[in-house]
């Protein structure tokens, strides 16, 4: 069982920066690939970035790429989502999640999620 924990969202203009945390906790975090999602009223949840288990590949959603850096610290039981260079499209509910099936962008792999933390980007 793991327990995930968001943490770092608010309200900030766009141009400017958001580091999102994900504070896991339960056994053997570190053999868990984590992605990022987010989600906006009346859309579907996306991926935005996912790293795998030991840190040595990671993904990006088109549109973030260039913008958002995904990484993890097993010590701390923590992975990081940098976000710079925001836009009002980035505007949504962020969460974190954990699995142990195939990397990669489907919310299916994933088995554990957190509650979510709120980014908004103004104009």
């Known amino acids: 069982q793991v327990q995930l924990v968001e943490s770092g969202g608010g309200l900030v203009q766009a141009g400017g920066s958001l580091r999102l945390s994900c504070a896991a906790s339960?056994?053997?975090?570190?053999?868990?690939?984590v992605g990022w999602f987010r989600q906006s009223p009346g859309k579907e949840r996306d991926i935005v970035a996912a790293?795998?288990?030991?840190?040595?590949?990671?993904l990006y959603a088109d549109s973030v790429k260039g913008r958002f850096t995904i990484s993890r610290d097993n010590t701390k039981n923590t992975v990081y989502l940098q976000m710079n260079s925001l836009k009002p499209e980035d505007t949504a509910v962020y969460y974190c999640?954990?699995?142990?099936?195939?990397?990669?962008?489907?919310?299916?792999?994933?088995?554990?999620w957190g509650q979510g933390t709120q980014v908004t980007v103004s104009s």
């Open positions: 339960g056994r053997r975090f570190s053999s868990y690939n």
């Open positions: 999640a954990a699995g142990r099936g195939v990397f990669g962008r489907l919310a299916s792999s994933y088995d554990y």
């Open positions: 790293i795998t288990w030991s840190g040595g590949s990671t």
